[in-house]
Structures are given as structure tokens and as C-alpha cells.
């Protein structure tokens, strides 16, 4: 494994073969697809920590979804991948559909864990409101608040790693880049469904109230070549919840 700097971003990479780029929510690093790793023997695995997320440094100005877009799409050229399965969690997932609009010759598939289209208002308004917590008292409060709330219910004794990981990941993050991204997203509009003519595999939990199964079916529905798999007692984190099945279905979409 080797970790380079490149479009302003720290990204892993381990194996040969063809590229597969995963792009993580807000909130997390490459680490949340750790549990994938294993099924993607065969594979060039890229895993950026997006630009003020994990270790890569929070930019000047301003986040928005386009520069992240673009920084992926920047990456992948400087890195020489002209065709890759794309995976998105989160916010990764609406990162993942504008980079595959943007350039459909390099999405060869997209997966979408935990998918979103475009926030709901009420949804843009609690981003604006933590990102103005995380400037104002830190993420450890941040991370106390989301490291329960987007699990399945009884995680806290059922699933503890599960929670334990989700708040480390909050609490690893720099509070300006955090704050920052959560405005990104509040702001975010949703890609161009029907000119994402790859085959799409969407995946969410059944409790996951940010990528709830009307979303991950409505977006399975609009996309030419789309298709939705809910997981039973699983929420938000759907890679760290339910690792098996997610390995599974993924390395059965991308042929790994």
C-alpha cells in the first residue's frame, strides 16, 4: 500500500488491475471502506480522503460539490486511470454520480452505498446548523451526536465497534474542513439521472434515514441501468454495519 498527495488529496492505493475509486460520506476517510477491501482482489484500489477531510488538508476558500468532482476526476488523470467502478458512500455517492455526468467514459459502474440525490430543506438546514456546531464547539460534540444517530437502532449494544468507529472517524476530522464539507452538501444539487447510462447498483439500510429505500429506489428507478438492494437492521454505515453483505454485492456487480 502506498499513500501519494495528489489533487490535493491523500490517497491510498494498493493492487493492480483495473481501478476501482472509492469516495467516502462526510464524516469519514478512506478507512470506511476498509471492510470492502478484502473482495477487491484483482483491482487497483484508489482511496482518496477528499480535500478537508481525514488527511488531506483543508483548501482555501470554498467546498463545494463540483471541486470535489473535479478533484477526483483530476486525480484519476494525474494517477492514469481512464476507466474505473466508482463507489460512493454517503455524500461520496452524489460526489461518485456528478463525476460519472461530468465524465462518463471514466465510470465503467457506480455503487452507491447510503445514497443520496439532492438533501431535502429540512436536510440543508441541519448540515448548516453542524457545520456551525463544529466551528463553535468541536467534534467531539459532532461526533457524540452522529456516531449513534446514524446507526441502526441498538447499535450502542448490538454493534459498539460499529458506533466506536463512526465517532473516531468524526472526531479525526479537522473542524474547519468538516464544517465546510456539511455546507457543500447543504448547498448540493442533484446529477443528471438519466445521463448515468452505466450500470448502477444502489445499496442501503433499511433504517438509514439519510439514504432511506424510497431514495435508494427512486434514484434505482430514474437511472437507465439501475438496481436496489435494502439491507435488513442495518442504517446509515452501511460498509461498517454490514461488511459481508456489502463485499458480497459488490464484488458480484463489478465482476471481482
Not at 486525480?75 to 462518463?104: C, K, T, W
Not at 448548516?128 to 466551528?135: G, S, V
Not at 472517524?169 to 447510462?197: N, V, Y
Request: proline share 7%.
Amino acid at each position: 500500500m502506498t499513500t501519494t498527495v495528489t489533487a490535493g488529496m491523500a490517497i491510498e492505493q494498493q493492487g493492480e488491475g483495473p481501478a476501482i475509486i472509492l469516495i467516502h460520506g462526510l464524516g469519514a476517510t478512506s478507512n470506511s471502506f476498509e471492510p470492502l477491501v478484502g473482495a477487491l482482489g484483482g483491482r487497483r484500489i484508489v482511496r482518496p480522503d477528499l480535500p478537508g477531510a481525514g488527511r488531506s488538508p483543508t483548501p482555501h476558500g470554498r467546498i463545494d460539490v463540483r471541486m470535489l468532482a473535479e478533484a477526483v476526476i483530476r486525480a484519476s488523470a494525474e494517477l492514469g486511470i481512464e476507466s474505473a467502478d466508482l463507489v460512493g458512500h454517503s455524500f461520496g455517492s452524489l460526489i461518485a454520480q456528478h463525476v460519472a455526468q461530468a465524465r462518463p467514459q471514466l465510470a465503467r459502474t457506480l455503487t452507491l452505498f447510503g445514497p443520496i440525490i439532492e438533501p431535502a430543506d429540512t436536510a440543508r438546514e441541519r448540515l448548516r446548523a453542524r457545520a456551525m456546531l463544529a466551528r463553535e464547539r468541536g467534534m467531539d460534540v459532532v461526533a457524540n451526536q452522529v456516531s449513534r444517530a446514524g446507526l441502526a437502532a441498538g447499535a450502542t449494544d448490538a454493534d459498539p465497534a460499529a458506533v466506536a468507529f463512526v465517532r473516531e472517524s468524526h472526531m479525526r476530522q479537522d473542524a474547519e474542513g468538516f464544517a465546510r464539507s456539511c455546507e457543500a452538501l447543504a448547498d448540493a444539487r442533484r446529477a443528471d439521472a438519466a445521463a448515468l447510462r452505466m450500470p448502477v447498483l444502489v445499496v442501503t439500510g433499511e433504517e438509514d434515514g439519510v439514504g432511506p429505500p424510497t431514495v435508494a429506489y427512486q434514484l434505482a428507478g430514474e437511472v437507465p441501468k439501475g438496481r436496489a438492494v435494502v439491507l435488513p437492521r442495518c442504517g446509515h454505515w452501511t460498509p461498517i454495519e454490514k461488511p459481508a453483505e456489502c463485499r458480497r454485492l459488490v464484488s458480484e456487480f463489478i465482476g471481482g
